[in-house]
């Protein structure tokens, strides 16, 4: 049996895409483990999500930005993380932190990169009227939501649609790219050259 990932997770919010990850194990198609949940938000329903797939969870509460930084940094090292997944995270990481785990963590963000970071990344895609969004997972660098791209999916935007419709159509394929990216970061199949990313696909029967 391979040895299995150890991934911590940063969640501040409802948990669908800490859900995903939680299932994809559960089904047998991510051999990671998720080792602890860590949040800023103590209402967060990740928290519980996680609590009930016996998941441990930890509330830091956001005060001083190096102090928060460093208590999350000392629990990931304290539960071995080897993969950091930002999953819904509504806080900028200083480079501080970022450099402690160099291409180590990952984001998924509701928008094709490089258009439209920040927040309400659907509302900027509507208003601006692009006819095609979608989703990115990319790893975390110094800047927001501006890391070396994994993996995207396009997301058509209709004449009809509202901010609560785009982006439940989007969080359906978050929840695909985001297990996808995980796989493919335990199977160590993703080798970084500058800002490209490439997917080494021998020995895959899977059409990325
Ligand atoms: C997702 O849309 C994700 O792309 C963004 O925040 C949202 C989190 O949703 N970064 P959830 O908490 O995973 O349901």
């Not at 949940?37 to 967060?44: E, G, Q, T």
């Not at 963590?105 to 927040?119: E, K, Q, V, Y």
């Amino acid at each position: 049996m391979d040895k299995k990932l150890k991934i911590g997770v940063l969640a501040s919010g409802r948990g669908t895409n800490l859900q995903a990850m939680i299932d994809g194990i559960q089904r047998g198609e991510l051999s990671a483990e998720i080792a602890i949940v860590i949040s800023d938000n103590r209402d967060a329903m990740a928290l519980e999500r996680a609590r009930k797939a016996n998941i441990p969870t930890v509330y830091v509460k956001p005060g001083k930005k190096s102090e928060f930084e460093r208590e999350v940094i000392n629990i990931l090292e304290e539960n071995n993380a080897e993969l950091i997944v930002l999953a819904g995270f509504m806080r900028i990481l200083s480079p501080n932190f970022v450099n402690h785990f160099p291409l180590k963590i990952i984001n998924i963000h509701p928008s094709l990169l490089p258009s439209f970071p920040g927040l309400e990344a659907q509302r900027q895609a509507i208003e601006y009227g692009v006819k095609i969004t979608g989703c990115t997972v990319h790893f975390v660098n110094e800047m927001v939501d501006a890391g070396p791209i994994i993996l995207q999916e396009a997301v058509p935007v209709y004449d009809d649609d509202t901010v609560e419709s785009l982006s439940d159509r989007i969080l359906e394929k978050e929840h695909k790219i985001l297990v996808e990216a995980v796989r493919i970061f335990s199977e160590n199949k993703l080798k970084v050259i500058g800002r490209r990313v490439f997917i080494d696909k021998t020995g895959s029967d899977k059409c990325l």
